[in-house]
């Protein structure tokens, strides 16, 4: 190795190389089919707590690129010296179990492809649905790992899944409905789910809010369906445990690990080698993915690490949570992120609410983890009365103080659910899965119409 290259404290270097196809269904036509290659290596390096990182379309000179790193790296330091805590030591990588893609989509026909997403929009294309959309996705990924610990690894992974979503209108009011699942698989991903069949309940959905009401807001009990739940950890609490926010002093739960900062009955799970769409066999900073308990019964026990956040707040997790989008620097990032199952169920919540809401699915929301606030919008829900569900409601969303929401779970039942999407932070969007099962929340804040 070049002597640039052994001044680095630590350095590492991957390649990757991934190909990609997608096709969109507008209204019954296609509007487009895509493919997507892509050929690359980045390097990194640490030089007295300064970061240097390169990447490069082109894979044939790795040691150009990792002593620009280097160089970079030091030069940061030169301009604006910190006081690094180095990387937290970790074992070698061991990788297993890796899922496999038992229908290559490269090896499935084009035209049965398109046959299938026309199909679905038919499907979805109920009485009063004006309009639909249907998108397909598939990729093949390949990387290379190396590092100047001495770690050497390459795996390779297929994702695969679809999104419908289908709009209503009904004078001049309009309504949507979305279904999606998305995985670690390859074209098998059809044979697990009924595609048609959820495009229709995407359609029906669009079509039975056209007549919901709209809820008066308040203060009340609510039960959160397990899509709802799960977004609600991910964005409120897997944001702030993510340690590069509380290092930066941008998280509600800085200095609680080891404090209860929730109801006994919650435990929270980030597990990374989970077969889900958020599932990796080793994080960017080449540590093995293990499952992290983020709330044990109640209590904060880790945050989600890199090797570096992990040296600076020791005592707080293990590292393994690195990740980047394509070619890019490696951040903190969430996995697959779950309430676990609970003893409760839906009919028991029910019955202790008596009066209040019921709220299924999600359409996006804002959170702010420095801050604790957060404001989630619901697909749709129910009025909850006399321990019965009436009323179907539209435009309800959930907002709150997260350590609130988490002191006031009633009740968990035992129904989890995982929902597939892609989630957003400093530029780069990765693939994750949240879930969780029905929960009983005894006060919250609704929003409606007033």
Same mark, same amino acid.
């Given at each position: 190795?070049?002597?640039?290259?052994?001044?680095?404290?630590?350095? !590492?270097?991957?390649?990757?190389?991934?190909?990609?196809?997608?096709?969109?269904?507008?209204?019954?036509?296609?509007?487009?089919?895509?493919?997507?290659?892509?050929?690359?290596?980045?390097?990194?390096?640490?030089?007295?707590?300064?970061?240097?990182?390169?990447?490069?379309?082109?894979?044939?000179?790795?040691?150009?690129?990792?002593?620009?790193?280097?160089?970079?790296?030091?030069?940061?330091?030169?301009?604006?010296?910190?006081?690094?805590?180095?990387?937290?030591?970790?074992?070698?990588?061991? /990788?297993?179990?890796?899922?496999?893609?038992?229908?290559?989509?490269?090896?499935?026909?084009?035209?049965?492809?398109?046959?299938?997403?026309?199909?679905?929009?038919?499907?979805?294309?109920?009485?009063?649905?004006?309009?639909?959309?249907?998108?397909?996705?598939?990729?093949?990924?390949?990387?290379?790992?190396?590092?100047?610990?001495?770690?050497?690894?390459?795996?390779?992974?297929?994702?695969?899944?679809?999104?419908?979503?289908?709009?209503?209108?009904?004078?001049?009011?309009?309504?949507?409905?979305?279904?999606?699942?998305?995985?670690?698989?390859?074209?098998? /991903?059809?044979?697990?789910?009924?595609?048609?069949?959820?495009?229709?309940?995407?359609?029906?959905?669009?079509?039975?809010?056209?007549?919901?009401?709209?809820?008066?807001?308040?203060?009340?009990?609510?039960?959160?369906?397990?899509?709802?739940?799960?977004?609600?950890?991910?964005?409120?609490?897997?944001?702030?445990?993510?340690?590069?926010?509380?290092?930066?002093?941008?998280?509600?739960?800085?200095?609680?690990?080891?404090?209860?900062?929730?109801?006994?009955?919650?435990?929270?799970?980030?597990?990374?080698?989970?077969?889900?769409?958020?599932?990796?066999?080793?994080?960017?900073?080449?540590?093995?993915?293990?499952?992290?308990?983020?709330?044990?019964?109640?209590?904060?026990?880790?945050?989600?690490?890199?090797?570096?956040?992990?040296?600076?707040?020791?005592?707080?997790?293990?590292?393994?949570?690195?990740?980047?989008?394509?070619?890019?620097?490696?951040?903190?990032?969430?996995?697959?992120?779950?309430?676990?199952?609970?003893?409760?169920?839906?009919?028991?919540? /029910?019955?202790?609410?008596?009066?209040?809401?019921?709220?299924?699915?999600?359409?996006?929301?804002?959170?702010?983890?420095?801050?604790?606030?957060?404001?989630?919008?619901?697909?749709?829900?129910?009025?909850?009365?006399?321990?019965?569900?009436?009323?179907?409601?539209? !435009?309800?969303?959930?907002?709150?103080?997260?350590?609130?929401?988490?002191?006031?779970?009633?009740?968990?039942?035992?129904?989890?659910?995982?929902?597939?999407?892609?989630?957003?932070?400093?530029?780069?969007?990765?693939?994750?899965?949240?879930?969780?099962?029905?929960?009983?929340?005894?006060?919250?804040?609704?929003?409606?119409?007033?």
């Amino acid at each position: 190795m070049h002597l640039a290259v052994l001044q680095a404290d630590f350095h !590492d270097i991957r390649v990757l190389r991934s190909t990609g196809r997608s096709i969109f269904i507008d209204n019954g036509q296609i509007e487009q089919i895509s493919n997507n290659f892509t050929h690359g290596t980045s390097c990194r390096a640490l030089v007295n707590g300064s970061w240097g990182f390169v990447s490069s379309d082109d894979s044939r000179d790795s040691i150009h690129l990792l002593e620009q790193a280097v160089n970079l790296a030091s030069q940061t330091h030169a301009k604006s010296p910190r006081k690094g805590k180095g990387l937290a030591e970790v074992p070698q990588p061991r /990788l297993h179990n890796i899922p496999a893609a038992h229908k290559k989509p490269g090896n499935v026909p084009i035209e049965e492809k398109v046959e299938m997403l026309l199909e679905m929009h038919q499907r979805a294309k109920v009485a009063d649905v004006t309009s639909t959309s249907v998108l397909y996705s598939e990729s093949e990924l390949v990387v290379e790992y190396r590092n100047s610990e001495g770690v050497e690894a390459e795996y390779s992974l297929t994702r695969t899944g679809f999104a419908v979503t289908a709009v209503s209108s009904q004078n001049g009011n309009f309504q949507m409905g979305r279904r999606s699942k998305f995985d670690v698989c390859g074209f098998e /991903l059809f044979d697990r789910y009924d595609a048609p069949a959820l495009a229709e309940e995407a359609g029906n959905t669009a079509v039975g809010l056209l007549s919901a009401r709209v809820p008066k807001g308040g203060r009340m009990p609510v039960i959160l369906d397990q899509e709802l739940a799960g977004v609600f950890i991910h964005e409120a609490v897997g944001h702030a445990v993510e340690a590069d926010h509380v290092v930066e002093g941008n998280s509600i739960l800085a200095g609680k690990v080891g404090s209860r900062i929730a109801a006994p009955c919650i435990t929270v799970v980030d597990d990374p080698s989970m077969h889900r769409y958020g599932y990796y066999p080793m994080d960017d900073d080449g540590v093995e993915s293990v499952a992290t308990t983020v709330i044990d019964d109640g209590v904060l026990r880790s945050y989600l690490h890199s090797k570096e956040t992990a040296a600076i707040l020791p005592g707080t997790g293990r590292p393994g949570h690195a990740r980047s989008q394509g070619l890019s620097r490696p951040i903190i990032r969430m996995s697959n992120t779950y309430i676990g199952n609970g003893d409760s169920g839906l009919d028991e919540m /029910l019955a202790e609410m008596k009066d209040g809401i019921y709220l299924q699915g999600s359409r996006g929301g804002q959170v702010n983890p420095g801050e604790g606030v957060f404001q989630f919008n619901a697909e749709r829900g129910y009025m909850v009365e006399n321990g019965e569900l009436t009323t179907p409601l539209r !435009d309800v969303s959930l907002s709150g103080h997260t350590l609130d929401i988490l002191q006031n779970v009633q009740l968990v039942a035992g129904d989890m659910k995982m929902n597939s999407g892609t989630c957003g932070k400093g530029g780069q969007a990765v693939p994750v899965c949240d879930g969780s099962p029905h929960i009983l929340v005894s006060k919250a804040l609704v929003g409606g119409s007033g």
